[in-house]
């Protein structure tokens, strides 16, 4: 059996005690090992409460992210860095307390499309940086995953192969790549290559079509991206993202553009998407038993 999650904003944008009981029942009742959460405010969500609520539906929790602009660890402004800092401290706070170990996203730069190149000093100041939030999570038990995301989202990390030269310079332990087949699609040469190259750097995995939809309908090779998976040994988290119209956050689903309704019904795309993340990572481990096993007389 793999390992599978699904992002909250497949069942809700909010997060009233109500709007989360809701995504947590929903991903209990249709076999989600994990639920990933968009960054939570302490001040605004009983964490305690919350925390006690995963524990007790045996679910285990990611928490994603991306960093505003005023917290921009690869700004060339001390304090917009010092700001980002701040920001993730807490989100690896959030992580710890909810009993979680991921915390992925947008980590090491601001989220949303930029207006210049990022230069030298700002990749220094943020690999800086990060270093220092991976040296205090490390005692959390909590890991970063940093998310590679197309050229619309970043203008840092846009292949698994810069995230891993990212990775090496902060020499971090509990540093890793959160990898997305949606902005894989976009940037990388061969995207299953890029999962084979990147293999034991690999933290954390969504899977989401190319128009952000249903699984399958789009032009994402998820048979490829499968095979992938199976070959580098992959026994963690696939988890599903998926947006549309009929679910709208403010602010991510305006940096995602998010214009059009891909779904309505979201126990139905929930159900697909967790058998055909199931029957997909299957298959592919039958495949590699074929290729792998010889018969010969005797």
Known sequence: MSKIGVHSFVWSAGSSRADL????????????????FSYLDPAQVDVAWLAGRLQALKLDVAISMGLPPEGDLSSE???????????LDRAVALVRDLGGEKLAGILSSAHGKQEHALTRKGWDNS????SKVADRAKSSGVTLNLEVVNRFESNMLNTAAQGLAYIRDTGASNVFLHLDTF???????????????????????????SHRGYLG??????????????????DDYVTFESFSTAIVDKDLSLKTAIWRNLWNDNVALARHARQFIELGMETARLKAALVQTAHVPG
Do not use: C, Q
């Open 77 to 87: 402004d001390p304090a917009v860095v010092a700001k980002g800092i701040d920001i």
């Open 183 to 209: 902005h894989m699609n976009i940037e990388e040469a061969d995207v299953g290559l890029a999962i084979r190259h990147a293999a034991d750097k690999i933290g954390y995995v969504h899977i989401g079509e």
């Open 127 to 130: 690999v800086t940086a990060l």
């Open 217 to 234: 309908t789009g032009t994402i090779d998820f048979a490829a991206i499968f095979d992938a998976l199976v070959a580098i040994g992959w």
């Open 21 to 36: 009981e809701k995504a947590l029942e929903s991903s209990h009742s249709l076999g989600f090992n994990l639920i990933e």
